[in-house]
């Protein structure tokens, strides 16, 4: 009974996920495609409660859908919504070959795993209770990973300095 | 003695650094004093060593130094050798004594010139060259020198840079004499690969283990050299020409000094040539041809310094019939006083030249006798000596050169005959320009543009250093009075014997026909130039062939210099245009066409570059699979 | 219990796809940020699924990082999107080719 449930979650969270995905880049309106990304981020996260990441789902809630998304939504409402039909413009050789690039990759991926894994992907390991938990995740990020975790705050600092800085009001030069 | 030969050598070339070193802050007339100085220091010791080598005993006259050694191939080396012993003590006196005093006189010749820092610089390094090819000890560092002597003679014929008449005469110098350097060259290719050194001991020891057509053609590759620097037929059309350069560098170069290259050559490597008596013939033979055509083509000059010229081309062609037929002490003593006469000429030429602002044509010229009685009697004491007539240098040298001949048999009779006939010449044409210049009336340029020499520091040069000459000239020939009194003969006997001797009788004989002949040339001379009671006749063919220098001139034009410019030609038309330039063009526009086109994948589209970078993703992914499975 | 992780993986790689026909198919820039954001989330996944897979917690640390760096992507991304227009610059991807060679 407990599978049945983990495969009908799954099943819903994964269609979920990729319809959402594919409305992103159908919509024409920038605000509906937002949206759509909201609710992708949302599918994910349940994917991730699936796969024992408790901390990273939550974070992905408060952090991607809750800031991130905000600010796109923000800019979009700022911009204004220029709609434009979803595939106009550009080379049509440019379409099809993107067609064939993605699918490329696809293919590419799944091939790989096939062949590369063959039956090692069967049994995944034991994990303790406190697998994905925040006491689990932070114990590594400040032991193992403590470069990582430097270098992110890093990175955070400068994208909120750069960001400052592009949005400030520029001098305009005299002609 | 080996370090006053150094000093002999060196002291030129540090006037020539020197010179060349101090550019503007020496004044011209210091340039010369320093390239006086230094000839002269070359000429003290020249004799010192001179006097330190007449110590020894005559079979011990001969030391080599070697200075260091800078060519080192496999087993041969090649160092900056010096050789002193009888024959390079002679020459070092020779040219450093006569080239000290056309040093000097040319300080006050060129006095004025806005050049004179680079002339005497040039002259300097052209004294440097010709002692080295005078005491070389190696036939490396013979050629060395020989090539020098060319250089300087090019540099210095082209003196007047602006004048396209001196720039063409000097190309037409060194291109006729890096022939003969070629043919030299290709002999000592031969004689390192018999003998496997170049040093002359060694090469003398074991020159006559080569036989065959080797050592023929080692000795003609070396007589093509000194054909060439001697200016002898067939390849003397350049020593005319030359007289474009000035006045003293044609006293020094083109009569005292490197034209007798060649005759010293024909005596220092004697061993060489007289392992082939037919090349030493025929040495003799085309010297005896030049005395004949030049005396010819004397008679017909209008300008002073080419009656001088053709008149050296003939006395030289008079060394190569006596060191030809092997009589050496003789050539080298005719040699000898050849530098003093004919440089005497060239430099009494220069005073008149210098008094008539420049002219050189003697038509224009006449009656000077009376206007420059100095230079008028010197003039005559150089010609007197040309012509042989005793008690002047002249006559003590040629005649037992002559008379030697008719001890070598039938041939030596048939040159001897051309020599005597050359006499005869040689006393028409040099008292034709006597009385052409000096005698007669002044002519109407010469009244007009006359400019006496005064008592200025120039003239003064000039003159003293003419005056001493003059005394040369007239008394240099009481050395020797063959067969009575022979120091020259017995000082180079142990390096250049004479294979010929004449008899005294012989000797007499000669000398009575030689100075006969003289004084009838030089009566034939006064009638029909100074009197002009015969007249003579001109046919017109032969005038022009005298005129036109028996076209050798037209020869060669029409031999050498016209196909080698269609080749020039057509090799610009064919070769340089398409192949060279074209290709090198075609490279570049090729590569600015590939970089236009590659320039077309920049569109500027971010999508474009996104796509680029997922394809190029897909395909790598793709390649680590197919390598995986 | 429920899929194995081969699932989670090959959905990554759907949605990764979805996300790159989204880049290169899309002219808007708005829309062009949110396909890379779709992207980054498929790597995630991936990542997060490799990770319950072998009980490393690694895997879950480095997603957590790349969620810090894509939120600074953002960012600079936005704050461009927002200088264009401020410049009256049309919001074409096609039409900004200055850097055209």
């Given at each position: 009974?407990g599978?049945?449930?983990?495969w009908a979650?799954?099943?819903?969270a994964?269609?979920?996920?990729l319809?959402?995905?594919?409305a992103?880049i159908?919509?024409s309106?920038p605000?509906?495609?937002?949206l759509?990304l909201?609710?992708?981020?949302a599918?994910?996260?349940v994917?991730y409660l699936?796969?024992?990441?408790?901390?990273?789902a939550?974070a992905?809630?408060?952090?991607?859908a809750g800031?991130?998304m905000?600010?796109?939504?923000f800019?979009?409402?700022?911009?204004?919504?220029?709609?434009?039909s979803?595939?106009?413009?550009?080379?049509?050789?440019?379409?099809?070959?993107?067609?064939?690039?993605?699918g490329?990759?696809?293919v590419n991926?799944?091939?790989?795993?096939?062949?590369?894994?063959?039956?090692?992907?069967?049994?995944?390991?034991?994990?303790?209770?406190?697998?994905?938990?925040?006491?689990?995740?932070?114990e590594?990020?400040?032991?193992?990973?403590?470069?990582?975790?430097?270098?992110?705050s890093i990175?955070?600092?400068?994208?909120?300095?750069g960001g400052?800085?592009?949005g400030s009001?520029r001098?305009?030069?005299e002609? | 003695?080996?370090?006053a030969?150094?000093?002999?050598?060196?002291?030129p070339?540090?006037?020539t650094?020197?010179?060349?070193?101090?550019?503007?802050?020496?004044?011209r007339?210091?340039a010369?004093?320093i390239?006086?100085?230094?000839?002269?220091?070359?000429?003290?010791?020249?004799?010192?060593a001179?006097?330190?080598?007449?110590?020894?005993?005559?079979?011990?006259?001969?030391?080599t130094s070697?200075?260091w050694?800078?060519l080192?191939?496999?087993?041969?080396q090649v160092g900056l050798?010096?050789?002193v012993d009888?024959l390079?003590?002679?020459?070092?006196?020779?040219?450093?004594g006569?080239?000290?005093?056309?040093?000097?006189?040319s300080?006050?010749?060129?006095?004025g010139?806005?050049?004179?820092?680079?002339f005497?610089?040039?002259m300097?390094l052209?004294?440097f060259s010709?002692?080295?090819?005078?005491?070389?000890?190696?036939?490396?560092?013979?050629?060395?020198?020989?090539?020098l002597v060319?250089?300087c003679?090019?540099?210095l014929i082209?003196?007047y840079q602006?004048?396209?008449e001196?720039?063409?005469a000097?190309?037409?110098?060194f291109?006729m004499?890096?022939?003969?350097?070629?043919?030299?060259?290709?002999?000592?290719?031969?004689v390192?690969?018999r003998?496997?050194?170049?040093?002359?001991?060694?090469?003398?020891?074991?020159?006559?283990g080569?036989?065959g057509?080797a050592?023929?053609?080692?000795?003609?590759?070396?007589?093509?050299?000194?054909?060439a620097k001697?200016a002898?037929?067939?390849?003397?059309?350049?020593?005319?020409?030359?007289?474009?350069g000035?006045?003293?560098?044609s006293?020094?170069i083109?009569?005292a000094?490197?034209?007798?290259?060649?005759?010293y050559?024909?005596?220092?490597?004697?061993p060489?040539?007289?392992?082939?008596p037919?090349?030493?013939?025929?040495?003799?033979?085309?010297?005896a041809?030049t005395?004949?055509v030049?005396?010819?083509?004397a008679?017909?000059?209008?300008?002073?310094?080419?009656v001088?010229?053709y008149?050296?081309m003939a006395q030289?062609?008079?060394?190569?019939?006596g060191?030809?037929?092997?009589?050496?002490?003789n050539?080298?003593?005719?040699?000898m006083?050849?530098?003093?006469?004919?440089?005497?000429?060239?430099?009494g030429?220069?005073?008149v030249?210098?008094?008539l602002?420049?002219?050189?044509?003697?038509?224009?010229?006449?009656?000077?006798?009376r206007?420059?009685p100095?230079?008028?009697?010197?003039?005559?004491?150089?010609?007197l000596?040309?012509?042989?007539?005793?008690p002047?240098s002249?006559f003590?040298?040629?005649?037992?050169l002559?008379?030697?001949?008719?001890d070598?048999?039938?041939?030596?009779?048939?040159?001897?005959?051309?020599?005597?006939?050359?006499?005869?010449?040689?006393?028409?044409?040099?008292?034709?320009?006597?009385?052409?210049?000096?005698?007669?009336?002044?002519?109407?340029y010469?009244?007009?543009?006359?400019?006496r020499?005064?008592?200025?520091m120039p003239?003064?040069?000039m003159?003293?250093?003419?005056?001493?000459?003059a005394v040369l000239?007239?008394?240099?020939?009481?050395?020797q009075?063959s067969?009575?009194?022979?120091?020259?003969?017995?000082f180079?006997?142990?390096v250049?014997?004479?294979g010929?001797?004449?008899?005294?009788?012989?000797?007499?004989w000669?000398?009575?026909?030689?100075?006969?002949?003289?004084?009838?040339?030089?009566?034939?001379?006064?009638?029909?130039?100074?009197?002009?009671?015969?007249?003579?006749?001109r046919?017109?063919?032969?005038?022009?062939l005298?005129?036109e220098?028996?076209?050798?001139?037209?020869?060669?034009?029409?031999?050498?210099?016209?196909?080698?410019?269609?080749i020039a030609?057509a090799?610009i038309?064919?070769?340089e245009?398409?192949?060279?330039s074209?290709?090198?063009r075609?490279?570049?526009?090729?590569?600015?066409?590939?970089?236009t086109?590659?320039?077309?994948?920049?569109?500027g589209?971010?999508?474009n570059?996104?796509?680029?970078?997922g394809?190029?993703?897909?395909?790598?992914?793709?390649?680590f699979l197919?390598?995986r499975? | 219990?429920g899929?194995?992780?081969s699932?989670y993986i090959?959905?990554?790689?759907?949605?990764?796809?979805?996300g790159?026909?989204?880049v290169?198919?899309r002219?808007?820039?708005?829309i062009?940020?949110?396909?890379?954001e779709?992207m980054?989330?498929?790597?995630n996944?991936?990542?997060?699924?490799?990770?319950r897979h072998?009980?490393?917690?690694?895997?879950?640390?480095?997603?957590?990082?790349?969620?810090?760096?894509?939120?600074?992507?953002?960012?600079?991304?936005?704050?461009?999107i927002?200088?264009?227009?401020?410049?009256?610059?049309?919001l074409d991807?096609?039409r900004l080719?200055?850097?055209?060679?």
């Amino acid at each position: 009974m407990g599978n049945v449930l983990v495969w009908a979650i799954w099943v819903v969270a994964a269609v979920a996920c990729l319809g959402s995905g594919l409305a992103v880049i159908s919509f024409s309106n920038p605000f509906f495609s937002a949206l759509a990304l909201i609710a992708n981020l949302a599918a994910l996260a349940v994917l991730y409660l699936l796969l024992s990441a408790e901390f990273v789902a939550a974070a992905q809630v408060l952090v991607y859908a809750g800031a991130v998304m905000v600010m796109f939504l923000f800019v979009i409402a700022y911009v204004g919504s220029h709609a434009d039909s979803p595939l106009a413009g550009g080379p049509s050789s440019q379409r099809l070959a993107a067609i064939i690039a993605a699918g490329a990759i696809l293919v590419n991926v799944v091939v790989a795993l096939a062949l590369t894994t063959s039956g090692r992907l069967e049994s995944a390991a034991d994990t303790g209770p406190s697998f994905g938990s925040p006491s689990d995740v932070g114990e590594v990020f400040l032991t193992n990973h403590l470069l990582a975790f430097e270098i992110t705050s890093i990175v955070l600092l400068v994208a909120a300095v750069g960001g400052v800085i592009l949005g400030s009001e520029r001098e305009r030069r005299e002609p | 003695m080996i370090a006053a030969s150094w000093i002999t050598l060196f002291a030129p070339l540090g006037a020539t650094v020197l010179i060349t070193l101090g550019g503007t802050w020496i004044t011209r007339r210091q340039a010369g004093y320093i390239a006086t100085l230094a000839v002269l220091t070359s000429f003290v010791t020249a004799l010192v060593a001179f006097f330190e080598l007449l110590n020894e005993q005559p079979e011990e006259r001969s030391h080599t130094s070697v200075l260091w050694t800078w060519l080192t191939a496999g087993d041969f080396q090649v160092g900056l050798r010096i050789l002193v012993d009888p024959l390079s003590i002679f020459m070092m006196l020779v040219v450093s004594g006569v080239g000290f005093l056309i040093v000097a006189y040319s300080v006050g010749y060129m006095d004025g010139e806005d050049e004179e820092r680079r002339f005497f610089a040039y002259m300097s390094l052209f004294v440097f060259s010709m002692l080295l090819l005078v005491q070389s000890g190696d036939l490396l560092i013979l050629l060395g020198g020989w090539g020098l002597v060319g250089l300087c003679s090019y540099l210095l014929i082209g003196y007047y840079q602006e004048r396209p008449e001196a720039i063409a005469a000097a190309k037409k110098a060194f291109i006729m004499n890096a022939f003969g350097d070629a043919t030299m060259a290709l002999a000592l290719f031969l004689v390192l690969q018999r003998l496997g050194t170049l040093e002359y001991g060694g090469v003398f020891a074991g020159i006559d283990g080569i036989g065959g057509w080797a050592i023929t053609l080692i000795s003609l590759g070396l007589l093509g050299g000194a054909v060439a620097k001697s200016a002898q037929i067939p390849l003397q059309t350049w020593l005319p020409d030359a007289m474009e350069g000035p006045t003293p560098v044609s006293a020094l170069i083109h009569a005292a000094t490197m034209v007798t290259a060649g005759v010293y050559m024909l005596v220092r490597l004697n061993p060489i040539f007289e392992q082939t008596p037919g090349i030493q013939k025929l040495a003799a033979g085309l010297g005896a041809i030049t005395l004949l055509v030049a005396g010819l083509i004397a008679l017909v000059q209008v300008d002073i310094k080419r009656v001088i010229a053709y008149s050296t081309m003939a006395q030289i062609g008079y060394m190569f019939v006596g060191a030809g037929m092997t009589a050496y002490p003789n050539a080298m003593f005719h040699l000898m006083t050849h530098a003093f006469f004919k440089a005497l000429l060239f430099l009494g030429a220069g005073i008149v030249i210098h008094a008539l602002l420049g002219e050189q044509d003697m038509r224009r010229m006449g009656g000077l006798g009376r206007t420059l009685p100095r230079t008028y009697a010197v003039m005559l004491v150089g010609a007197l000596a040309l012509a042989g007539i005793p008690p002047l240098s002249g006559f003590f040298s040629k005649d037992p050169l002559l008379a030697s001949l008719l001890d070598a048999g039938g041939y030596g009779v048939l040159l001897w005959l051309a020599g005597l006939v050359g006499t005869f010449l040689t006393g028409l044409y040099a008292f034709r320009l006597i009385f052409i210049v000096f005698g007669g009336e002044p002519s109407p340029y010469a009244r007009e543009h006359l400019h006496r020499p005064g008592t200025t520091m120039p003239a003064l040069w000039m003159a003293w250093t003419v005056g001493v000459l003059a005394v040369l000239a007239a008394v240099g020939g009481w050395i020797q009075f063959s067969p009575f009194w022979t120091p020259i003969t017995d000082f180079l006997e142990p390096v250049a014997a004479p294979g010929i001797e004449p008899s005294g009788m012989q000797e007499l004989w000669t000398s009575v026909l030689a100075v006969a002949l003289g004084l009838a040339g030089i009566v034939l001379a006064w009638a029909v130039f100074s009197t002009g009671r015969v007249e003579v006749p001109r046919p017109a063919a032969l005038q022009r062939l005298l005129e036109e220098k028996f076209y050798f001139d037209t020869a060669y034009d029409y031999a050498f210099y016209r196909p080698a410019s269609w080749i020039a030609a057509a090799a610009i038309r064919f070769v340089e245009g398409p192949v060279i330039s074209g290709s090198i063009r075609e490279l570049s526009e090729g590569t600015r066409l590939l970089a236009t086109r590659v320039t077309e994948l920049q569109t500027g589209l971010l999508r474009n570059y996104a796509l680029a970078l997922g394809g190029g993703a897909a395909l790598l992914a793709l390649v680590f699979l197919a390598v995986r499975a | 219990m429920g899929p194995d992780v081969s699932w989670y993986i090959v959905t990554s790689a759907f949605l990764f796809a979805v996300g790159a026909l989204g880049v290169l198919l899309r002219r808007n820039p708005l829309i062009v940020l949110l396909s890379l954001e779709i992207m980054l989330n498929a790597a995630n996944l991936a990542l997060i699924g490799f990770a319950r897979h072998l009980g490393e917690t690694s895997g879950q640390v480095f997603a957590l990082a790349v969620m810090a760096v894509a939120a600074s992507e953002v960012v600079v991304g936005l704050g461009l999107i927002v200088a264009l227009n401020r410049n009256r610059i049309p919001l074409d991807v096609d039409r900004l080719s200055t850097l055209r060679g």
